[in-house]
């Protein structure tokens, strides 16, 4: 099955399904390989990864297929210069760069013919990335797991808004709130060429989390996250111990020495790879509520591309009336 939009014919790819950078889940070859494999696109989340684990996790995914994959790369992280390094020497075909300004890498991956999408979360960062040439722009919308905008824009409102802003000269991603096809296909009426899935993909053998990780996903409803750690690397996770102390510390205004030690106590690390799913980040999304089944990430790719058929299958199909014309008539 394709699906052609901007974005799949930007980064050479049969649907319009992209795998969110999840650091820890897609910190490895498997999940990135089993999407790019079924016509999406994977991305290896490079943020808690050493230089040799990357390097391998990139080599393998080369070595399973031929289709376009990504590195997400955080650029804020200590040794981003060495890790851009490395992912300019291998070469890869796409990046995505988030948490700071493309200057730090446009110039030299565009120069060998890397694709670089940039993640923005405002119009006022997607109009200036946009002005500096990246290729295509990742939107993030306050449903989003990880690392949400501060003021909490929908994606629904934000896609939209930024379609508009840029009238169409950059190939778009929505990511956040996204777990099916009919997702998707909201994605692209918003003018997005594609939608980034990251909750989703949690629920995957291939992902590289902890199954207490993946079960508290299962067990969450839509209205199961927080956000906490406003002013200081704002997350959103699943409600649990952390996350309630969180709420409770910045209801009763707590000094920000307090909330920050608490906040800097828990790790996304504790929940993904311990499994202490009590006390530590279990970042998750509000899509988390839309996953129900625990399935090959591939299985779940097809899945999406066909309920997005069956979705616009489904829409209705008459033409519309000009009502106005036919009064005129009358």
């Known amino acids: 099955m394709r699906i052609e939009t901007s974005v799949t014919r930007l980064l050479g790819i049969d649907l319009p399904i992209l795998q969110a950078g999840m650091s820890w889940a897609s910190s490895n070859a498997a ?8 016509g999406g696109l994977g991305a290896i989340a490079a943020g808690p990864m050493y230089l040799a684990a990357l390097e391998e996790a990139i080599d393998t995914v080369r070595a399973g297929t031929d289709r376009p994959f990504a590195v997400n790369m ?9 890790m851009l390094d490395l992912l300019e020497a291998k070469r890869i075909p796409v990046i995505v760069a988030s948490q700071g300004g493309p200057g730090k890498y446009l110039d030299r991956f565009k120069a060998i013919g890397t694709v670089c999408l940039h993640v923005v979360a405002s119009e006022t960062h997607a109009l200036k990335a946009a002005g500096q040439g990246v290729d295509g722009l990742v939107v993030v919308g306050g449903e989003a797991g990880g690392h949400p905008p ?3 824009v929908s994606t629904l409102v934000l896609v939209r808004a930024i379609a508009r802003a840029t009238e169409g000269r950059t190939p778009l991603v929505a990511s956040g709130g996204f777990a099916d096809g009919q997702g998707l296909a909201a994605a692209l009426a918003l ?8 909750t989703r993909f949690i629920a995957t053998p291939e992902a590289g989390v902890a199954d207490a990780y993946k079960q508290r996903v299962l067990q969450a409803g839509t209205a199961d996250t927080r956000t906490v750690g406003r002013g200081f690397g704002m997350i959103r996770t699943l409600s ?8 409770a510390l910045e209801r009763d205004g707590a000094s920000e020495a307090t909330r920050r030690a608490h906040f800097s106590a828990a790790t ?50 008459q033409q519309p009336v000009d ?6 008539q009358r």
């Not at 999940?31 to 079924?38: G, M, N, T």
């Not at 955080?74 to 981003?80: E, H, V």
């Not at 649990?240 to 969180?246: E, H, R, S």
């Open 240 to 247: 649990n111990d952390f996350a309630d102390q969180m709420v």
């Open 191 to 198: 003018g997005a060429g594609a939608a980034n899935f990251g």
């Open 323 to 328: 009502l106005s014309a036919q009064a005129r």
């Open 74 to 82: 955080p650029l804020y992280r200590k040794g981003a210069d060495e």
């Open 268 to 317: 996304l690390k504790m929940a993904a790879l311990d499994g202490d799913v009590t006390r530590g980040k279990v970042e998750a999304g509000q899509s988390a509520g839309l996953v129900d089944r625990i399935m090959p990430a591939a299985d779940i790719v097809a899945e999406i591309a066909r309920d997005y058929i069956n979705c616009l299958r489904a829409m209705p199909q």
């Open 150 to 152: 501060a003021d909490l």
């Open 31 to 38: 999940l990135p390989l089993a999407v790019s494999r079924a």
